[in-house]
């Protein structure tokens, strides 16, 4: 998923944020308001994690997002069966 996307829709993210991060806060949540570098900053300093690391952890977080939301979805008029053909 595209990281503009997440940050456009950071409110509703923060919740899957919550999930995988459980030790940052809310009100850290709030100050890095979806920027990416912020967030991975976070995870840095909380979890006392090298930069490479964060950065794994946080590519591997927004590649779920894409698996779990509408866009990661397969198109269903592909994956359709033909109709049924007459008598």
Do not use: C
């Amino acid at each position: 998923m595209n990281w503009d996307r997440i940050e456009g829709n950071w409110k509703q993210f923060k919740g899957t944020v919550r999930q995988q991060w459980g030790k940052i806060t809310d009100e850290q949540l709030d100050a890095i308001a979806g920027k990416r570098h912020l967030l991975a900053g976070q995870i840095q300093q909380t979890y006392a994690v090298s930069v490479d690391n964060a950065e794994t952890q946080l590519a591997a977080w927004q590649q779920n997002q894409k698996e779990t939301t509408v866009e990661g979805k397969p198109d269903v008029t592909q994956t359709m069966d033909k109709p049924a053909e007459n008598k």
